[in-house]
T-cell receptor, first 118, second 111 residues
Framework: NAGVMQNPRHLVRRRGQEARLRCSPM?????VYWYRQLPEEGLKFMVY??????IDESGMPKERFSAEFPKEGPSILRIQQVVRGDSAAYFC??????WGQGAGQPQHFGDGTRLSIL | GQQLNQSPQSMFIQEGEDVSMNCTSS?????WLWYKQDPGEGPVLLIA?????ELTSNGRLTAQFGITRKDSFLNISASIPSDVGIYFC???????????FGTGTRLKVLA
C-alpha cells in the first residue's frame, strides 16, 4: 500500500468542524477514487477524479462533501460541518493513466484516514 | 442495484488447512478482483481476473472467474497465521470504474 499515500492516518474533529483528507496517488497514476468504509462493511464508492476534473461524484453526499484533484499536489476530500455520522475510514485509490477507460484496471488503495467525530 | 454477496461471512480454520470462499452477484461482471484487508490498513490487491473461466494463481492463492460471469472463487492452500484478515471481492459496475465491494469474508487461522 506504500504507493498510495494518505494523510493523516487518524483525524479527530468535533461536530461542526471541517475535515480535510489528503491523497497522493501512485507515481504515474492520474485517476483517483475515494471510498468510505463503515465498521464491518465493505468500501462504498464516493467520487472519481482526474487531474483538475471531477468525473463522477454520484456516491458523495450532496451537502458538506467536496473533492478536488488539482494540477499540482494531492487530491483532497473535504467534509464541512462534520457530524457524528461522518465517522468512518476514508480510502483513496488510484489507477494507471494509460489503461483505456480504466474500468478493468485494478485500483490500488492507500491505508486510509480514520475520521472520528466527537 | 448490483450487489456482491460473499460466503462464508467468517471462518475459523486450523493452520495448514485449505480455505475456499466465494462471491456471487445477480448481475454480470466483466472483471473480478480479490483484495485482502488487514486491521487498520487499506485493501491490498491479491488477484485480478478479466475473462470468464480464467483461473489465476498468486503463490498459495488461486482465484477463478466463473463462466456465468456472476461469481468468483478464491482458494488459499496451506493457510498460515498471516492469512488472517478480511477478504473482499470487488468489481467495476457495468461499463464503469466504480468498484462494488462484497460483504467480506473474515478469516481467522488457529495455530
Amino acid at each position: 500500500n506504500a504507493g498510495v499515500m494518505q494523510n493523516p492516518r487518524h483525524l479527530v474533529r468535533r461536530r461542526g468542524q471541517e475535515a480535510r483528507l489528503r491523497c497522493s496517488p501512485m507515481k504515474g497514476h492520474s485517476h483517483v477514487y475515494w471510498y468510505r468504509q463503515l465498521p464491518e462493511e465493505g468500501l462504498k464508492f464516493m467520487v472519481y477524479l482526474q487531474k483538475e476534473n471531477i468525473i463522477d461524484e454520484s456516491g458523495m453526499p450532496k451537502e458538506r462533501f467536496s473533492a478536488e484533484f488539482p494540477k499540482e499536489g494531492p487530491s483532497i476530500l473535504r467534509i464541512q460541518q462534520v457530524v457524528r455520522g461522518d465517522s468512518a475510514a476514508y480510502f483513496c485509490a488510484s489507477s494507471p493513466t494509460n489503461w483505456g477507460q480504466g474500468a478493468g484496471q485494478p485500483q490500488h488503495f492507500g491505508d486510509g484516514t480514520r475520521l472520528s467525530i466527537l | 442495484g448490483q450487489q456482491l454477496n460473499q460466503s462464508p461471512q467468517s471462518m475459523f480454520i486450523q493452520e495448514g488447512e485449505d480455505v475456499s470462499m466465494n462471491c456471487t452477484s445477480s448481475s454480470i461482471f466483466n472483471t473480478w478482483l480479490w483484495y485482502k484487508q488487514d486491521p487498520g490498513e487499506g485493501p491490498v490487491l491479491l488477484i485480478a481476473l478479466y475473462k470468464a473461466g480464467e483461473l489465476t494463481s498468486n503463490g498459495r492463492l488461486t482465484a477463478q472467474f466463473g463462466i456465468t460471469r456472476k461469481d468468483s472463487f478464491l482458494n488459499i492452500s496451506a493457510s498460515i497465521p498471516s492469512d488472517v484478515g478480511i477478504y473482499f471481492c470487488a468489481g467495476p459496475t457495468s461499463g464503469t470504474y466504480k468498484y462494488i465491494f462484497g460483504t467480506g469474508t473474515r478469516l481467522k487461522v488457529l495455530a
